[in-house]
């Protein structure tokens, strides 16, 4: 992808430690984004609900809905699979809008209902096994990058 376009590459979806890092760069990226990562600090304004359902979550408890609208990925919960039991009987967009209605991800994120409201969540969530400091995040990523270089040389 790089290589085919004349703007920096910023690399998303499933990097939350250094070794994710080193992995985009080493594929052109110029950057990367940890959106999950960051949810997951003590600094973040996310529901510590929400914050302790991302820490608990393994590989496999993230899915993807909104296929027909906008796909996003989210935790698996009782909103996310009434939301794909919609989609997989059929539901036009204009009733999966209406099921999402107004300010769920206010509800799911910021206000913890997890069970009404989204839990946007991206597929890193089983590498985040603690809440700690951004500090914290980019120090472990600092460290643990010179790490993976020096396994690699």
Do not use: W
């Amino acid at each position: 992808m790089a290589d085919a376009v004349s703007i920096p590459v910023i690399a998303a979806g499933g990097i939350a430690d250094a070794r994710g890092v080193v992995a985009a760069l080493s594929l052109g990226a110029e950057g990367v984004q940890m959106g999950t990562r960051f949810v997951a600090v003590k600094e973040s304004i996310a529901h510590p609900r929400y914050q302790q359902a991302i820490m608990k979550a393994g590989d496999a408890d993230t899915v993807i809905t909104c296929r027909r609208l906008l796909p996003t990925r989210s935790l698996r919960t009782e909103f996310s699979q009434r939301l794909l039991e919609r989609e997989q009987a059929g539901a036009s967009p204009n009733d999966m809008r209406e099921f999402l209605g107004y300010r769920r991800a206010r509800r799911g994120q910021l206000e913890g209902d997890l069970d009404h409201g989204e839990a946007y969540c991206g597929a890193s969530a089983g590498l985040i096994k603690e809440i700690v400091s951004a500090a914290t995040v980019i120090e472990t990523l600092v460290a643990g990058y010179r790490d993976v270089i020096d396994r690699l040389i």
